[in-house]
């Protein structure tokens, strides 16, 4: 049986977590409007700390987490954005924080979660090797794990940053969120719900990794059956948690081919001078793949991460 | 003889301005404060229309322009940013627009001074070719050729990037701007003078194309030995009038190596997430190279421009 976190719930995740995180710019681009013929708005949560929308679930789970528990530390097993956004949590309240990564994640993945600190345990590239790492490190060091989206703490903090966008601009038709394991479109529409319920918020996903777009057309979560979209943030399964707010709350999802996402990732790095990951610019190519759909209204876009190898761009 | 334009010229200056260009954000970075030992804020004019300062200076010499002569329109010769900015500010009053380009700019320049409705001649690539097709251009059309920097109304156009740098943040102990032909410095400088005079400002030049470190040193403008800077917007001799703010109102020019000015650029990117092009990166180069001299201070960085061709990264 899932829950639904009340309106209170987001107000006072949000309250908590403004000494730790970033309250980020909302930018625009003539350019990508006039292209778009629609008026687009994308929140730059690629500048978030740490670079991703990833700092603001990884720091309200902990937060929550009674002093005791802080104390003993954290644990995850991510081979991305969340590793790091735990480490720096950890880091930000001075106690332990472990990362179970696979061999094969980027170099400039780990490096980055061990300059917050964190300690990483490596292990065999699958799922079942990463649980049964995961599953050590807590019973030797009595931490706690931290799921990195299918958690309601994740959840409420990851709604934040939508929280901001209503507060930034008003009279936003659509909101799109990028779709991986759920865990921001999850927030953001919880936040829509409360703070702006006539804006329909809409999913992006790769047609790589179109799981949730299945899931949601057949009631039942399905796997991700190929796992190879550059959109690397995007490769996960839903949670049950995740999958009920998509169910709930959101209008649909919307796929993008490939090549769609890297010339919007390349649209948004021409255009707009920032960096974001393939991830973020989904968002982008889905809009500008429904035209139609979109044109003349006012799309609310989350930018989710900045996090790229600089020695391995698609362009 | 050298006029100094008075305080209500750069005030006017910047009024003119306001309806035709960006206000462009201050970025800081925890992380670069960090290694740098120093408080660091940067002016993102990578973020300014068509991606680099040029525009203020182009857009307020044109504004500066009689009725009849905008009506016939503009032109210059240019391989980088100040023939987009023409090409932008033609565009934005509807006048026509002549771009003098050598044969071996990149086609991405092209293609962007085209996309602004400028048309395009093409000429050998050398000096001397370019001022007789400019020469052409202008007999031809009888329009007002545009000096990219040896012009009062191009550096007062410049000015209002630091003017807007005073109004944003306060008690800045170094101002530091990138040096090519000395447009962006000689604004900067004027702007310093009047609005902040306490601040030194500094230059930051390519130790490849080392010409105003050295005109400053011999007090004669020379040319540059070696143009192959990777900060090709930094290539440029000095004109008379740029030299001269140079040496009445800069504090000194500081240099830096060809690998200081990618790492610099590398580092703006994976930690600020924007992008800059080297001539930009510059700037931090020199703070992080000359670290005991910038110590503890308040330093604002101007971040010219963000026109890079992603198919061509130093990384």
């Known amino acids: 049986m899932q829950r639904i976190p009340t309106k209170a719930e987001l107000i006072e995740a949000r309250k908590k977590l403004i000494p730790y995180i970033h309250y980020t710019p909302i930018f625009q681009s003539k350019a990508?409007?006039?292209?778009?013929?629609?008026?687009?708005?994308?929140?730059?949560?690629?500048?978030?700390?740490?670079?991703?929308?990833?700092?603001?679930?990884?720091?309200?789970?902990?937060?929550?987490?009674?002093?005791?528990?802080?104390?003993?530390?954290?644990?995850?097993?991510?081979?991305?954005?969340?590793?790091?956004?735990?480490?720096?949590?950890?880091?930000?309240?001075?106690?332990?924080?472990?990362a179970v990564m696979p061999s094969n994640a980027?170099?400039?993945?780990k490096a980055a979660v061990a300059s917050y600190g964190a300690r990483i345990i490596e292990c065999e590239?699958?799922?079942k090797a990463r649980e049964a790492a995961l599953e050590q490190v807590i019973n030797e060091n009595h931490c706690t794990a931290l799921h990195p989206y299918n958690d309601y703490d994740v959840i409420l903090g990851n709604s934040t940053?939508?929280?901001?966008?209503?507060?930034?601009?008003?009279?936003i038709d659509y909101l799109i969120s990028p779709v991986g394991g759920g865990g921001l479109i999850s927030g953001t529409a919880?936040?829509?719900?409360?703070?702006?319920?006539?804006?329909?918020?809409?999913?992006?996903?790769?047609?790589?990794?179109?799981?949730?777009?299945r899931s949601?057309?057949?009631g039942i979560i399905q796997a991700p059956t190929n796992t190879l979209t550059i959109a690397d943030g995007l490769r996960t399964s839903?949670?049950?948690?995740?999958?009920?707010?998509?169910?709930?709350?959101?209008?649909?999802?919307?796929?993008?081919?490939?090549?769609?996402?890297?010339?919007?990732?390349?649209?948004?790095?021409?255009r707009m001078k920032i960096i974001v990951e393939p991830s973020s610019a989904i968002s982008l190519a889905v809009v500008l793949k429904n035209k139609d759909f979109y044109k003349g209204k006012r799309i609310a876009l989350l930018l989710s991460g900045g996090n790229v190898d600089l020695g391995k761009l698609p362009f």
């Open 32 to 98: 990508i409007n006039q292209i778009a013929e629609a008026e687009l708005f994308f929140k730059a949560e690629n500048m978030q700390k740490m670079g991703a929308f990833k700092m603001r679930g990884a720091m309200h789970a902990t937060l929550q987490l009674s002093k005791e528990q802080q104390q003993k530390g954290i644990a995850t097993h991510s081979s991305g954005n969340f590793a790091q956004a735990m480490a720096l949590s950890a880091q930000l309240l001075g106690i332990p924080a472990w």
């Open 106 to 109: 980027p170099g400039v993945k």
């Open 125 to 127: 590239p699958n799922l």
């Open 161 to 171: 940053a939508s929280q901001e966008i209503f507060e930034q601009i008003e009279n």
């Open 190 to 213: 919880l936040a829509a719900h409360y703070f702006s319920p006539q804006t329909k918020v809409i999913g992006a996903e790769p047609k790589l990794a179109d799981d949730a777009f």
């Open 216 to 218: 949601l057309e057949c």
């Open 238 to 270: 839903l949670g049950d948690k995740t999958f009920f707010f998509i169910k709930e709350f959101v209008d649909q999802i919307q796929l993008a081919e490939e090549e769609e996402i890297i010339a919007a990732m390349r649209l948004i790095w021409e």
